[in-house]
């Protein structure tokens, strides 16, 4: 067995399991985290992106045992209480929802940019956004959802 301990959401926690898991698999399949969405399980598509250590990471590539030691954030850690995180309500106003698969996985990305940097460039945001596979809206609605979160964000700071 292989046995990393890490704090989720600020919380510590310590996992115990086999040996050459995947992040993604503990936080689904282990501690039942199922706002991280699993898609094409080889680093394309972008659902399953959390934050380790500050930095937007693709979990189902990322090997457990890196995350040993690791500040880790995922979805379900960015709302406090009622109130959604920016980058979500952004994403709400902005009307960027449809089956809502890849939502998580972009609102983590956006948010790990705003976090180190509210005045990102555009590139850096379209950056993000081209790191992201949506079925569903086109991406406007997405890129329009990221500004605004960006201007919210920015005047809070
Ligand atoms: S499930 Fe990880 S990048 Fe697609
Ligand atoms: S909203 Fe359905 S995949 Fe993006």
Redesign the pocket.
């Known amino acids: 067995m292989e046995s990393v301990t890490f704090t989720l959401n600020g919380v510590p926690r310590t996992v115990a399991v086999e040996p050459g898991l995947m992040l993604?698999d503990v936080l689904r399949d282990v501690l039942h985290l199922t706002g991280t969405?699993?898609?094409?399980?080889?680093?394309?598509?972008?659902?399953?992106?959390v934050v380790v250590n500050g930095k937007a990471v693709?979990?189902?590539?990322f090997p457990l045992a890196k995350a040993d030691g690791a500040e880790i954030t995922t979805i379900e850690g960015l709302a406090q209480g009622e109130h959604l995180h920016p980058v979500q309500q952004a994403l709400v106003d902005a009307g960027a929802i449809q089956c809502g698969f890849c939502t998580p996985?972009i609102v983590m990305d956006l948010y790990a940019l705003f976090e180190t940097q509210p005045d990102a460039p555009q590139q850096k945001i379209d950056n993000v956004l081209n790191r992201h596979l949506c079925r569903c809206t086109g991406y406007e609605t997405i890129a329009e959802a990221a500004h605004l979160a960006q201007e919210r964000i920015k005047e809070t700071k």
């Open positions: 993604l969405k699993r898609g094409c399980d080889n680093g394309t598509c972008g659902a399953c992106t693709k979990s189902c590539t996985g």
